[in-house]
T-cell receptor, first 112, second 115 residues
Framework: AQSVTQLDSHVSVSEGTPVLLRCNYS??????LFWYVQHPNKGLQLLLK??????LVKGINGFEAEFKKSETSFHLTKPSAHMSDAAEYFC??????????FGKGTRLHILP | NAGVTQTPKFQVLKTGQSMTLQCAQD?????MSWYRQDPGMGLRLIHY???????DQGEVPNGYNVSRSTTEDFPLRLLSAAPSQTSVYFC??????????????FGPGTRLLVL
């Protein structure tokens, strides 16, 4: 069965500095991996997804993630944080059995 | 095209009461699912369906029932509510199942408080 671990429950960065949100996964097959974002009191929105094409995936709002099979990781990055990036981010894994598993989330705080 | 809709937005129940959370999508999606979101726990899969007439259990199915009589609707039933079921519930849909890397579309959520 697949699983996903988000290594940090909270991350704080200053506005204009890089963002790194870490995610490790476990899957019996070649997984599909996603990052979703949830702004306060809002629903969830897809940021990006990996589907076994390019290992470096670009998403919306300047975010990108790199799939590293050897490290079973799918970390989310952004070169320069903006105040509007403050939100909770979820790493998600799915494989052949149709179950879609969410990580516990990382809350990103942006310091002025 | 309304996407994924959920009703009600808020609900307060007493322990032991039953209720049904409604979820509907108008995108002709095959795959639908229910999650609950609790602080520090992320979203946990309750039940999912890969098509009309087919449902299966997720990570935390106890205390919840589902059915899928049509492609559009996927109601979640609480037969005897318990305080542990206080949570925010999200319904999601995708064109096909998770195994083919489909994007999930989420409803706005239902906040449930069980006293």
């Amino acid at each position: 069965a697949q699983s996903v671990t988000q290594l940090d429950s909270h991350v704080s960065v200053s506005e204009g500095t890089p963002v790194l949100l870490r995610c490790n996964y476990s899957s019996s097959y070649s997984p599909s991996l996603f990052w979703y974002v949830q702004h306060p009191n809002k629903g969830l929105q897809l940021l990006l997804k990996y589907t076994s094409a390019a290992t470096l995936v670009k998403g919306i709002n300047g975010f990108e993630a790199e799939f590293k099979k050897s490290e079973t990781s799918f970390h989310l990055t952004k070169p320069s944080a903006h105040m509007s990036d403050a939100a909770e981010y979820f790493c998600v894994v799915s494989d052949r059995d149709d179950k879609i598993i969410f990580g516990k989330g990382t809350r990103l705080h942006i310091l002025p | 095209n309304a996407g994924v809709t959920q009703t009600p937005k808020f609900q307060v129940l007493k322990t032991g009461q039953s209720m049904t959370l409604q979820c509907a999508q108008d995108m002709n999606h095959e795959y639908m699912s229910w999650y609950r979101q609790d602080p520090g726990m992320g979203l946990r899969l309750i039940h999912y369906s890969v098509g009309a007439g087919i449902t299966d259990q997720g990570e935390v199915p106890n205390g919840y029932n589902v059915s899928r009589s049509t492609t559009e609707d996927f109601p979640l039933r609480l037969l005897s509510a318990a305080p542990s079921q206080t949570s925010v519930y999200f319904c999601a849909s995708s064109l096909r199942g998770g195994g083919v890397s489909e994007t999930q579309y989420f409803g706005p959520g239902t906040r449930l408080l069980v006293l």
